[in-house]
């Protein structure tokens, strides 16, 4: 199947610092990328819909000057946690969807963030 | 919009014991269901979906889940589950309508044991 590759896997930063995940999609072109995030045993909250070449879409109660979502090309996209804080910490997923209904969402591998 | 609820938050068995995961889901279009298996810091593994045809699909590891229409469900079934089998299960919906995004149940933890 369709590879997802998420970087980096583990981070821990200092309060107030900035952090950036890329997600990749490996062997397919994604224009459509989403971003989760998850808190311990707690499912899987969308946060934006990152659109390739345009600007993301995010639900209702995410920041958008916290989380920046950039989609730059058909095979990546970066979320970057401004001035983080300890509430920030959580597992960010992001997965793209692949297939010819587009019904099929493949994830990476998740990154662990961890805000001191 | 669609939602999903999974009624079991966690779900004790016993090895070579037979399992169901329930999944109830709402919609006011059609859509497609999946169920993803997540291991501790990992991502999500698809096991299987319904797009359309069979109700009855069959997946990796031996899972397997039925889509009833009428009864707005998508439950999970292992005949025999395995120490390895243990690990949190989530169900989702999507419209069956291009990219639109995934909804997820709150997940169902299953705890197999010796």
């Known amino acids: 199947g369709a590879v997802v590759s998420q970087h980096p896997s583990w981070v821990i930063c200092k309060s107030g610092t900035s952090v950036k995940i890329e997600c990749r999609s490996l062997?397919?072109?994604?224009?459509?990328m989403f971003w989760y995030r998850q808190f311990p045993k707690q499912s899987l909250m969308l946060m934006a819909t990152?659109?390739?070449?345009?600007?993301?879409?995010?639900e209702q109660g995410v920041e958008k000057d916290k989380f920046l979502i950039n989609h730059a090309s058909l095979t990546l996209s970066t979320l970057t946690v401004t001035s983080a804080h300890p509430e920030d910490s959580s597992f960010y997923i992001c997965?793209?969807?692949?297939?010819?209904?587009?019904?099929?969402?493949?994830f990476g591998e998740g990154s662990r963030l961890t805000v001191l | 919009a669609q939602s999903v609820t999974q009624l079991d938050s966690q779900v004790p068995v016993f090895e070579e014991a037979p399992v169901e995961l329930r999944c109830n889901y709402s919609?006011?279009?059609?859509?497609?269901l999946f169920w993803y298996v997540q291991y501790p810091n990992q991502g999500l593994q698809l096991l299987l979906k319904?797009?359309?045809?069979?109700?009855l699909v069959k997946g990796i590891n031996g899972f397997e889940a039925e889509f009833n229409k009428s009864q707005t469900s998508f439950h999970l079934r292992k005949p025999s589950v395995h120490i390895s089998d243990t690990a949190e299960y989530f169900c989702?919906?999507?419209?069956?309508?291009?990219?639109?995004?995934?909804?997820f149940g709150t997940g169902t933890r299953l705890l197999v044991s010796p």
């Open positions: 997965s793209a969807p692949t297939g010819s209904f587009g019904g099929e969402l493949f």
């Open positions: 319904y797009l359309s045809g069979s109700t």
């Open positions: 989702a919906v999507k419209e069956n309508t291009g990219f639109q995004k995934l909804v």
């Open positions: 990152s659109n390739e070449g345009s600007k993301a879409t995010y």
């Open positions: 062997d397919f072109q994604a224009t459509t």
């Open positions: 919609s006011s279009v059609s859509v497609y």
